[in-house]
């Protein structure tokens, strides 16, 4: 059977797009081996499919931050040596940015990309043995499908599967109500929404029994968690969390708010009712992507006011 290696590095959002391509191969390919190159903080989301075999952490991120450095150096060869030790049937690269058509160069094995029309950035499509064309105006998660699915010649089934399961473990700070999970932070101060609207969104939960949880991962957002939490009635701030505890943390809930951010994706991934509230982007191409449980709110400048996301909330959580 077929070795594979998939190379999606980055971001949170794109990997978790991608996840559907395993589930698509392991249909067809019911014994094939499925690696995966993937940026180191984002390493956490492939772990969760059953269907990946390896999976090998790149730190591109953080080599940029000090590129001369000889630590840098001894990294990225011991990096490109353990790409190297393996031989692969295909080496499929869905990202189609330069960077990360040069991981799959370190390869061995056939590469195969988006073609020069199709890739995010075209010069990616030099460094492929095999390029496929993909219309760009498509949704990410179709674009990520339709590539394998033409590079390994099998047609994907119109239903969309992640494969994924959230971890069981203990979160002992959960309260013991109904819960739904705000995700006010975001690498991005364009993509903020208003605190007011996250006070009148958790006010109008507290009115429904359902307990406000705001999660957080630096301190800035911490205090802006801790600053919404008093103004929303019961609502908790957790501990620093995991990947592995926020997929648990957003499984247990009875429906995730969030920003345009990576955990608002993996909501809707692991099939909970999801919320994502536009204002910096468009999510035509990269909005929520998971079936009547879902809803995209908003567009780059005319982002939702509280009475949508309300409604909206109150229509997905009958």
């Known amino acids: 059977m077929p070795k594979i290696l998939l190379v999606k590095t980055s971001s949170m959002g794109d990997v978790i797009h991608n996840l559907p391509v395993v589930s698509d191969i392991r249909t067809h390919f019911p014994g094939a081996r499925i690696d995966w190159v993937v940026e180191e903080s984002f390493a956490g989301i492939p772990a969760l499919h059953p269907g990946v075999g390896g999976i090998l952490p790149v730190a591109v991120r953080r080599w940029r931050k000090t590129p001369l450095s000889r630590s840098v150096y001894g990294e990225i060869g011991a990096f490109a040596r353990l790409l190297r030790s393996e031989v692969y049937d295909v080496v499929l690269d869905t990202q189609g940015l330069i960077k990360s058509a040069v991981v799959a160069r370190f390869a061995q094995g056939a590469r195969c990309g988006f073609d020069w029309v199709s890739a995010r950035e075209p010069l990616a499509a030099l460094f492929y043995d095999k390029t496929v064309r993909v219309d ?183």
């Open 136 to 318: 760009k105006i498509r949704h990410a998660v179709e674009r990520n499908r339709l590539l394998a699915g033409r590079a390994f010649g099998y047609a994907p089934d119109e239903a969309v599967n992640y494969g994924i399961a959230a971890p069981a473990m203990a979160l002992p700070w959960l309260p013991a109500l109904p819960f739904a999970v705000l995700l006010h932070a975001t690498s991005r101060d364009d993509k903020l929404w208003p605190e007011a609207g996250w006070i009148a969104l958790g006010t109008h939960l507290a009115g429904r029994g359902i307990t406000s949880v705001l999660p957080w991962g630096s301190e800035t957002e911490h205090r802006r968690s801790l600053h919404l939490a008093e103004r929303i009635s019961g609502a908790v701030v957790p501990p620093a969390l995991t990947l592995a505890e926020a997929a648990a943390l957003l499984s247990q809930s009875v429906a995730a708010i969030g920003v345009d951010t990576g955990l608002i994706h993996l909501a809707a991934a692991l099939n909970v009712p999801a919320i994502a509230i536009y204002r910096a982007s468009d999510p035509g191409l990269t909005g929520l992507y998971a079936g009547g449980k879902t809803a995209s709110l908003g567009r780059a400048g005319a982002p939702p006011d509280a009475a949508t996301v309300i409604d909206s909330l109150d229509r997905l959580v009958a």
